[in-house]
């Protein structure tokens, strides 16, 4: 994949297909752009469940907070990933160890490593990085109505 350009099929047909998100470096605080798209997200019917060691046990948003990705007890089917992109092939790693694999990897602004996205892409994950679903949702979703 060219992570250049992403066609909007390729993106609206991932905003479609996904119900259960995890949001990996989710924020309590709502200055911080996690909590605000956390919000988002749960505001457009998804099931979000926060990721942030630093607050494992604790709620965000209502969402019971989880210490790692492998700490989730059911099936995810979108990691949205705050982290710096240094970090990005390190949250592959953890991704590729769940079982079963979530089917999309989203790297929010900034966050961009093709080598650890083509790492995710060969496993079968469809992978987005440097966008953000907020600002995505409201063109492709509304465009698509």
Same mark, same amino acid.
């Given at each position: !994949? %060219?992570?250049?350009?992403?066609?909007?099929?390729?993106?609206?047909?991932?905003?479609?297909?996904?119900?259960?998100?995890?949001?990996?470096? @989710?924020?309590? %605080?709502?200055?911080?752009?996690?909590?605000?798209?956390?919000?988002?997200?749960?505001?457009?019917?998804?099931?979000?469940?926060?990721? %942030?060691?630093?607050? @494992?046990?604790?709620?965000?948003?209502?969402?019971?907070?989880?210490?790692?990705?492998?700490? *989730?007890?059911?099936? *995810?089917?979108?990691?949205?990933?705050?982290?710096?992109?240094?970090?990005?092939?390190?949250?592959?790693?953890?991704?590729? @160890?769940?079982?079963?694999?979530?089917?999309?990897?989203?790297?929010?602004?900034?966050?961009?490593?093709?080598?650890?996205?083509?790492?995710?892409?060969? @496993?079968?994950?469809?992978?987005?990085?440097?966008?953000?679903?907020?600002?995505?949702?409201?063109?492709? !979703?509304?465009?698509?109505?």
């Amino acid at each position: !994949m %060219n992570h250049d350009h992403y066609p909007d099929g390729y993106i609206r047909q991932i905003l479609k297909s996904v119900h259960t998100i995890a949001v990996l470096g @989710a924020s309590p %605080n709502d200055a911080r752009p996690s909590h605000g798209v956390m919000g988002f997200l749960l505001g457009k019917g998804y099931h979000v469940i926060p990721v %942030n060691p630093g607050h @494992a046990g604790k709620q965000i948003l209502g969402q019971t907070v989880y210490a790692r990705l492998a700490d *989730i007890p059911e099936p *995810i089917d979108m990691v949205d990933v705050f982290r710096a992109a240094s970090q990005f092939a390190s949250v592959v790693d953890e991704v590729l @160890a769940l079982s079963p694999l979530p089917s999309v990897l989203w790297g929010q602004f900034t966050v961009r490593d093709d080598a650890a996205a083509a790492r995710a892409e060969a @496993a079968g994950i469809r992978v987005v990085m440097d966008r953000c679903p907020v600002t995505e949702y409201p063109v492709l !979703m509304l465009k698509a109505s």
